[in-house]
Nanobody, 116 residues
Framework: VQLQASGGGLVQAGGSLKLSCAVSGNIFSPNVMGWYRQAPEKQRELVVRVVSGGDTTFGDAVQGRFTLSSDNAKRTMYLQMNSLKPEDTAVYYC???????????WGQGTLVTVSS
């Protein structure tokens, strides 16, 4: 299984970006898919996760500004980020937790920089 994240870049505060995570290989159900981020000198934190056939959970810092979607035909997960703030600056990672196999897969990360 490989996850390929893309779409990061430099944006001004208040702007928007859309990240993509293309998945190759088989991830079995049940699973948890999501995005995490890590800012400099901070711990990795949850952005959003969704349990297969279940609930979507957003981190408190992004609730109401970010949305998660997917295109199953393209096997791609998207993170739409609106009303971006300088504190959203981080490397964003997509992740997949195959609960059946007990394996966690991470994408390589894509850098989002929000200027004030």
């Amino acid at each position: 299984v490989q996850l390929q994240a893309s779409g990061g870049g430099l944006v001004q505060a208040g702007g928007s970006l859309k990240l993509s995570c293309a998945v190759s290989g088989n991830i079995f159900s049940p699973n948890v898919m999501g995005w995490y981020r890590q800012a400099p000198e901070k711990q990795r934190e949850l952005v959003v996760r969704v349990v297969s056939g279940g609930d979507t959970t957003f981190g408190d810092a992004v609730q109401g500004r970010f949305t998660l979607s997917s295109d199953n035909a393209k096997r791609t997960m998207y993170l739409q980020m609106n009303s971006l703030k300088p504190e959203d600056t981080a490397v964003y990672y997509c992740a997949a937790h195959d609960l059946k196999l007990g394996k966690i897969y991470w994408g390589q990360g894509t850098l989002v920089t929000v200027s004030s």
